[in-house]
């Protein structure tokens, strides 16, 4: 399957998107899980853009750039892996396999993006000094341009270049490579779900965790129908939590009560 050159813009196009509102709106909350879906739809295999952004997404659980810190770009990876997997028909493990090193090397250029915004941010500085607060809008706007570019840009050169690259990549690919690259992509989603765990009460809530894995390994339920239960299971918690909350105000508000004397009311 050829990529096409609308597909080509559009990708560019989401890229951008996700990096601008990654800074400012936050509607996706740069989830590399819409960004898989997204291009999905855009190459006409939502399956495999699902598959691909959610298998980045557990990596990424947890993980954020505070402080000025940088982190694998999987919302790159989960463009390109979803538009090559498809490509090049090698399927959701070899997408994902080639999302992830994407993601670490775009590591480079966000490093980049925030170099060049250096000197919009000293433009903001100097106009704060003399109470430009036009200046100080337009730079700011300005400095999306290279941070947007940083993304935006090497997805274009992968996505017009890459594709004969990759095709004849995966022509001459010896077979211990190609079955690396797919048995990494069959461990990532677990190594995912142990990333997930560590951040999780699990010690608490691992009756549910254990009816869960119960549910996928041994009844074949589908995803679909784990997330149905999951919701179920979260409903019961959470109406369980609120009764103990409601008995422990109720036991509270009774020993006030007996701490009044005769005549007394409390406010």
């Known amino acids: 399957m050829e990529i096409q050159t609308w597909q080509i813009i559009a990708l560019t196009i989401v890229s951008l998107i996700f990096i601008w509102d990654g800074v400012s709106t936050a509607i996706f909350d740069n989830k590399p899980i819409f960004a898989g879906i997204i291009a999905g739809i855009i190459m006409g295999d939502l399956g495999t853009g699902l598959a691909v952004g959610a298998t980045l997404q557990l ?43 994407v993601g670490l090397l ?28 036009g200046a100080i809008k337009r730079n700011v706007w300005y400095g999306l341009i290279p941070w947007g570019l940083s993304r935006a840009f090497p997805v274009f050169v992968m996505l017009i270049f890459g594709e004969n690259i990759v095709n004849t990549l995966v022509e001459k690919m010896p077979e211990w490579l190609t079955g690396g690259l797919s048995v990494a992509g ?7 779900i142990a990333i997930l765990l560590r951040y999780l009460p699990v010690k608490k809530y691992i009756s549910y965790l254990l009816i869960g894995f119960f549910a996928a390994a041994y009844l074949a339920v589908p995803m679909f129908g784990i997330a ?26 009774g020993v006030s009560q007996e701490g009044l004397l005769d005549g007394e009311y409390e406010d």
Do not use: H, W
Not at 106 to 133: H, P, Q, S, T
Not at 186 to 192: C, H, T, Y
Not at 240 to 249: A, D, P, T
């Open 59 to 101: 990596m990424v659980l947890g993980v954020g750039t505070y402080g000025g810190s940088s982190m694998p770009d999987y919302i790159t990876g989960a463009i390109i892996g979803t538009a090559f997997a498809v490509t090049s028909g090698k399927g959701i493990e070899f997408g994902i396999g080639l999302a992830v090193p």
């Open 106 to 133: 775009m590591v480079n250029l966000d490093v980049f993006g925030r170099f060049c915004n250096v000197f919009f941010a000293k433009r903001v500085e100097a106009a704060i000094e003399r109470m430009d607060f």
């Open 186 to 192: 069959g461990l990532l989603p677990a190594v995912g």
């Open 228 to 253: 149905i239960l999951g919701v179920a299971m979260a409903v019961i918690s959470f109406q369980q939590s609120l009764k103990e909350s409601k008995k422990v105000v109720a036991v509270n508000a």
